[in-house]
């Protein structure tokens, strides 16, 4: 739980609202990779809280194709618009081996409604993860397949950073090119010329699972990248000894 909203601007959970929502928490659950946590379509009782791995939100054609629409990291409530929404439109699933903890919406319920301000706290997250989504559709709209994976690459870095796996150079990302690939709406072709492109301009180097930034500003600049709208706390970042974060504001 100390990761959830971790070094967010003008957002701070206290050790109350934290101790709040530890109570709230049912159970701890492991989650292989690739599997199914919530189908598509399917009315829900819980949100999901990711402790560790990587998860995503996805939505599958009629022949069963899969696009991505959404990468959550450790910190993050999966579906906690699932709260008041009670039905999601689109799948969750594993990207990596995961735990997670279910935090049934009855619990949520009884913490919350005495309480609007923990409650606007939470609002604030399912804000975030519209601002991440409007990012997601800038991206894969607006940007060549290059520019796309420098986005990425750019955000998650920050992403990790705010909750301390990245030291803002360098950062685990255990995910395949075809990963990547679906998530920046590209063929893995494309996407293993692109970390090409990316590693011969000197901006990063992608050995899997491991992501050097070797150009931090560069690589914001190639992706049109400014972090804004993931409401970090920069001096927070910063005073915690890497002042890296603040150099995709550019």
């Keep these: 739980m100390d990761a959830f909203l971790a070094n967010r601007r003008d957002v701070d959970l206290s050790l109350e609202d934290r101790a709040l929502l530890e109570t709230a928490i049912a159970e701890v659950r492991e989650i292989e990779s690739r599997q199914v946590i919530v189908p598509p379509r399917t ?50 699933g594993a990207l990596t081996p995961a735990r997670v903890a279910i935090v049934p919406h009855d619990a949520l319920r009884r913490i919350l409604d005495p309480r609007p301000e923990l409650a606007r706290k939470l609002w604030f997250s399912t804000l975030l993860d519209a601002a991440l989504h409007r990012a997601w559709l800038f991206r894969v709209g607006r940007l060549d397949a290059v520019g796309r994976v420098a986005h990425f690459l750019s955000e998650m870095n920050l992403r990790l950073q705010a909750i301390g796996l990245s030291d803002g150079m360098r950062f685990a990302l255990p995910l395949t090119q075809a990963d990547i690939a679906e998530i920046c709406g590209l063929t893995t072709v494309h996407t293993n010329r692109a970390l090409r492109q990316l590693r011969e301009a ?27 709208y993931l409401y970090l706390d920069t001096e927070a970042l910063m005073a915690k000894g890497n002042g890296s974060s603040s150099q995709q504001n550019d």
């Design 43 to 92: 009315t829900v009782e819980i949100s999901t809280l990711l402790i560790e791995g990587l998860v995503s939100r996805f939505i599958d054609d009629r022949h069963g194709l899969r696009q991505l629409v959404a990468v959550h990291v450790p910190g993050e409530f999966v579906d906690l618009h699932a709260y008041p929404m009670r039905e999601l439109d689109h799948g969750i």
């Design 202 to 228: 000197g901006l990063c180097e992608v050995h899997a699972p491991t992501v050097e930034l070797l150009d931090p500003k560069g690589l914001a600049r190639r992706g049109n990248f400014n972090s804004h």
